[in-house]
């Protein structure tokens, strides 16, 4: 599973590794639902928020069912961060408290049915490269939200990221490594998330492990 705030390099980092060992990917906005909601959302993010939230909980949940069942697959992001953006909506105001406690008892049966990745792969990544992404692929939903927005959403990541421990985590630093641009770092980066999959499928690697590169 790969984890990161919007503009991270999710989406690039699982090609790559597709392309290198072949790994069935499942990408965040494979349903066509989710793509319409998102234009609604981030423009009227209060009328809207929880109805998305919603909705890609279901879908993450029916996405990591069916990764389950095939075995070498890989996710644009999981169930288990989905409630990073719950979390950042409640306390940006455009979820109320009754809200967030529907939602969080949902998460938390859903999330208790399924197992947890071999690895998680977190993507750290700067606000400002993270906007500088956003600009250049220009989705108009995306560019029409404002710079706080994206602050608080990576705030919340990094919160979430310093304490998880549901299975062994990969921090893996995009202002170190460019591989959306260089080849270079784009091999090397893949190949250290196949090493650590690999580790972690022979049991080396302990749920608690963490480590960053």
């Known amino acids: 599973m790969v984890e990161g705030t919007v503009g991270s390099g999710k989406t690039t980092l699982i090609e790559g590794i597709v392309k290198k060992f072949g790994y069935t990917p499942f990408y965040e906005l494979s349903d066509p639902m989710i793509e319409n909601m998102l234009v609604h959302f981030y423009h009227n993010r209060k009328r809207w928020a929880f109805t998305m939230q919603i909705l890609f909980l279901t879908s993450r949940f029916e996405q990591i069912r069916e990764a389950s069942s095939i075995g070498k697959a890989i996710l644009d992001r999981s169930i288990f961060g989905d409630i990073v953006f719950a979390k950042m909506l409640h306390r ?34 700067s606000t400002e490269l993270a906007i500088e992404r956003i600009r250049e692929r220009g989705r108009d939903y995306e560019l029409a939200v404002e710079k706080a927005y994206w602050e608080n959403l990576n705030r919340e990541y990094e919160e979430y990221f310093s304490r998880y421990n549901a299975s062994p985590l990969l921090v893996i630093n995009a202002n170190r490594y460019d591989w959306v641009n260089n080849d270079r770092d784009r091999e090397y980066v893949v190949k250290k998330v196949r090493n650590f999959i690999s580790r972690s499928i022979s049991g080396e690697l302990p749920r608690t492990f963490q480590t960053e590169i």
């Open 92 to 125: 940006y105001g455009d979820m109320g408290d009754h809200e967030l406690e529907v939602y969080e008892r949902l998460y938390k049966a859903l999330v208790s049915s399924v197992n947890p990745p071999y690895l998680m792969v977190y993507i750290k990544v």
